[in-house]
């Protein structure tokens, strides 16, 4: 049995080797590193892959969030509403643009953000929300899509661990997750769903105006060269990383199968196990499991992780702190705020491999640890 682990790049570099080994040649003899037609290309098949008009690549998935918000005029000062149980750099870049992060409580069995959690904390500065599909699932963009309606605020789709999922509406319309809102960003981080191999990041948008911007604020400012409209940054995709991309989104859709039946196959044998509970899919979206996320009672977490360890096997936890307890977050929220959904999540979840290269005797061995580990208890 393989060594196993929480994503197995190398193997599933091996598989698509001849690919994408020719495709990175390609653009080395092209020598047209930035910039490069690929990108392009790469940023036209996401376009037909999403079902949406402009896709704007960029660095990295934080880059992408910082674009967004940088594209829709704020002021310093004004709210955007984000969940506290995510990965930092959803929070990270309000601040970053002297916004002010106003972190929220989640759906203790979605992991996700609601519309009912997000009402109350709208005040007549929220400008923004920035809800997060995390582990690989849609959050209730519908309900959130109305209260944004509601109260004229844009909403940001972080969709950084989502992307291929899929949300469907009242009235039947399917949309991809990234889509939805006003502007949707991802990352291409190698142990993303869709992983590049190094950084990289895009944006989607159906608006051409908001489009426009992100494209300009990405490229420092400017849609003439030289000529400098508004402040902006230096945010590429390089043509490598493009070129890499554009073959692995070929097989998103099968990395997202084959996830999906390790979770169902997780799923079936953890189901008698009292002491853990499964993670709920939201009932009106797909899931692609960026990570399969399962709660245990808090007493037995680390004594699990431990036992899993010694046995070879990695379990992670995303994520461990509220970011309201972050350090960097501080000047946010008064020393005693607490959110008990949130605190709970981050005392009980816990994160098993799942990847597309598991071999089944590997799962099994997986399984059979964590059924033994019960066992014994
Ligand atoms: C990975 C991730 C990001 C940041 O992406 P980078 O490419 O690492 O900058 C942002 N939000 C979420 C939810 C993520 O999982």
């Given amino acids: 049995m393989k060594n196993i682990q929480m994503v197995d790049l190398k193997s599933q570099y091996n598989k698509i080797k001849d690919q994408i080994d020719t495709a990175v040649i390609q653009t080395l003899e092209s020598t047209s590193f930035i910039n490069g037609p690929i990108v392009k290309e790469f940023a036209d098949s996401l376009e037909d892959y999403l079902d949406v008009k402009h896709v704007i690549p ?38 970053l643009l002297s916004l002010t992060p106003v972190m929220t409580d989640v759906d203790p069995d979605t992991f996700n953000i609601t519309a009912d959690i997000i009402r109350p904390h709208i005040t007549s500065k929220t400008k923004a929300i920035v809800p997060v599909h995390l582990y690989g699932q849609s959050s209730d963009m ?26 469907t509406f009242r009235d039947g319309t399917v949309k991809n997750t990234g889509t939805i809102g006003h502007i949707g960003t991802t990352s291409f981080f190698p142990s993303k769903n869709l992983g590049c191999y190094g950084d990289g ?20 400012g400017q849609e003439v060269r030289y000529y400098h409209k508004v402040t902006g940054c230096n945010s590429r995709l ?4 493009a070129a890499i991309l554009n073959i692995k989104l070929n097989h998103l859709d099968n990395y ?46 680390n004594s699990l992780i431990e036992f899993l360890k010694v046995n070879n096997i990695p379990a992670m936890i995303y994520y461990p702190v509220p970011l309201y307890k972050q350090e960097a977050f501080s000047s946010f929220v008064n020393s005693d705020f607490e959110i008990p959904n ?10 098993l491999p799942i990847h597309t290269e598991i071999e089944n005797s590997s799962q099994d061995y997986i399984i059979q640890k964590v059924t033994e580990f019960f066992n014994k208890i």
């Fill in 256 to 301: 997202s199968f084959l996830r999906n039946i390790m979770a169902k196959k997780y799923d079936e044998n953890f189901l008698e196990i009292p002491e853990l509970s499964l993670p709920k899919r939201q009932f009106n979206s797909t899931h692609v499991f960026h990570q399969y996320t399962l709660k245990v009672i808090p007493e037995l977490r």
């Fill in 238 to 241: 390089d043509s490598i990383q």
């Fill in 342 to 351: 949130v605190e709970k999540l981050c005392s009980t979840v816990f994160s």
């Fill in 201 to 220: 990041g895009a944006m989607f948008t159906n608006d051409d105006e908001i489009a426009k911007n992100l494209k300009m604020i990405a490229n420092h």
């Fill in 58 to 95: 960029c660095a990295n998935g934080t880059d992408a969030l910082q674009i967004a918000l940088m594209a829709l005029s704020l002021k310093p000062g004004d709210e955007v509403i984000c969940p506290s149980f995510t990965y930092v750099a959803t929070a990270e870049v309000i601040s």
């Fill in 142 to 167: 519908e309900g959130i899509m109305d209260l944004a309606k509601e109260f004229g605020l844009y909403v940001i789709e972080d969709n950084a661990q989502a992307i291929g999922a899929k949300y």
